[in-house]
């Protein structure tokens, strides 16, 4: 009895050995469990590298269309989105004009605000479009950017030939424009997949010249009173004609007389000139009043008639311009 006792002891230790033995070669396979900390570590880059951000910049406030964009209105923010024609940096937006209005926060891209020729002209000047052609346009030799001087011819009918002109009508004017190319490397609407120097080959029909504001009503008349020819000219000829040796043209629409005690008002210029405008009258005359004169009848009091004489003895004479004519009646 004592041996069976023994016996089964000793099974019950080499039973438990063998199972300690199994467990610790079971615990040298298996991984050890990551602390909870250590996991919740695990998966942050995770989540990280799932959520990209862009620079873009902002409207720090509400900008108006067609108003300069301040500095200060400007910021950069991380965004989710990397909208189409976004901005990175502020520096190039500023003083840029956006065409619509744009709320606070707003990102701020390249096709809300201005673009095209209209950046090319400078304060106090227009783009102005003039009729072109092979011979006004230097046989089609004129590029956008070049400077030219604009004359004008003005005919009178076969009968007054001789009071026909010619003069400098704008001198050393940069040209915007030409045909379908112009200075902001951008092709017509028309023509967008069309090369510059096809643009160039095809005949000009008009012609963008930046003009002074209170020089457009000349530029105006001029066109519809004769014919306009362009002449190239070096960009480095600054030559000019003096405007103080000519007489400058009165104006369709005379200003206000300053009141009793008010200083002499200074002449007009820019907006206020052009808007003043001009009369085709002392346009083409230089504001001479005698120049041009409406026919005027004089009647003239003469001998009375004889016998058999053929008219009334009265006579008129008839001034046209510098010609006067005498018609018996």
């Not at 809300?112 to 052609?133: C, H, I, M, N, Y």
């Not at 009968?159 to 010619?166: C, G, L, V």
């Amino acid at each position: 009895m004592i041996n069976l006792t023994k016996i089964v002891a000793a099974i019950l230790v080499l039973l438990a050995l063998a199972l300690g033995g199994y467990a610790w070669m079971l615990s040298r396979q298996a991984p050890a469990a990551p602390p909870p900390a250590a996991a919740a570590s695990g998966n942050s880059p995770a989540k990280a590298a799932q959520v990209k951000t862009f620079p873009v910049v902002v409207a720090t406030k509400p900008l108006p269309a067609g108003l300069a964009i301040p500095a200060d209105a400007l910021r950069v923010e991380q965004l989710t989105i990397n909208p189409a024609g976004a901005f990175q940096e502020t520096a190039p937006l500023a003083g840029r004009v956006p065409v619509i209005d744009l709320g606070e926060g707003s990102p701020l891209l390249e096709g809300q605000l201005v673009s095209g020729l209209a950046l090319r002209v400078a304060e106090g000047e227009r783009a102005v479009a003039v009729k072109a052609d092979e011979v006004m346009g230097v046989g089609n030799k004129v590029q956008p950017g070049d400077f030219v001087d604009v004359f004008l011819m003005l005919k009178s009918d076969s009968k007054d030939i001789d009071r026909s002109q010619a003069r400098l009508l704008l001198s050393r004017k940069r040209v915007l424009a030409f045909g379908s190319a112009s200075v902001d490397g951008l092709p017509s609407k028309t023509d967008k997949n069309a090369g510059a120097q096809q643009q160039r080959a095809e005949a000009a029909r008009t012609a963008v010249l930046a003009i002074p504001v209170e020089d457009v009503n000349r530029l105006t008349l001029a066109e519809n009173s004769g014919r306009l020819l362009l002449a190239l000219r070096n960009p480095t000829d600054m030559s000019e004609p003096d405007p103080k040796l000519f007489a400058e043209l009165p104006t369709a629409l005379q200003p206000l007389a300053p009141k009793p005690g008010e200083p002499r008002r200074p002449p007009l210029e820019g907006l206020d000139r052009a808007q003043a405008g001009v009369t085709t009258a002392d346009f083409v005359t230089g504001g001479k009043p005698d120049s041009i004169r409406t026919a005027t009848v004089v009647p003239r009091t003469s001998a009375p008639r004889a016998e058999g004489q053929r008219g009334g003895g009265l006579k008129v004479e008839v001034i046209r311009g510098d010609r006067s004519e005498t018609i018996n009646y």
